[in-house]
């Protein structure tokens, strides 16, 4: 008996270190860490749209732009130009107070938790927006001069481009 564990554990153990290089390497990490180019906009439904919405949005919009200024590891670009679209969604008293479960665009919600916002990065390359490269959802994630949920957004940048 001892013998099969062992060498499961060899194999396991010889496996690991190719899973974890593998999934550092992926297509979709080596995206965010090698984009200069940004635009930012807004989700609307299926939609990335650069006008904002509402005031809650602009005021989103205007401390995110600040943000990857002083990060200078982004330029803001247009649409076409862009690696990245960095898109939000700031949810606010609009986004309802029932204390009921639902779904939004694919996110699950429950209770107070619509309130939250939201922080999309998607691949500019793409026509539509699909999948996510990188997604944030947080209550009051897009308030204030440093919004938190794009400081996830830049921590998480960081780490990958350390380990490149």
Known sequence: ??????????????LLPAVTSSSQNSPLNQ??????????????????????????????????RQEIERSKRFWIVDR????????IRVRGESGGGSTNAR??????????DNKADILSVYDARRPQLSVPLWRGVRVDGL??????LFASFQADVERLAKER
Not at 1 to 14: A, E, F, N, Q, W
Request: net charge neutral; proline share 7%.
């Open 1 to 14: 008996m001892r013998k099969p564990l062992g060498v499961t554990l060899l194999i396991v153990g010889g």
């Open 31 to 64: 995206r965010l860490g090698h984009a200069r180019n940004v635009a930012i906009g807004f989700e609307v439904g299926a939609d990335f749209v650069q006008s904002p919405p509402t005031d809650e949005d602009r005021e989103a919009l205007y401390a995110i």
């Open 80 to 87: 076409r130009a862009a690696d990245l679209l960095i898109a």
């Open 103 to 112: 779904t939004v665009d694919g996110l699950h919600f429950r209770g107070g």
């Open 143 to 148: 308030r204030g001069d440093r919004p938190p």
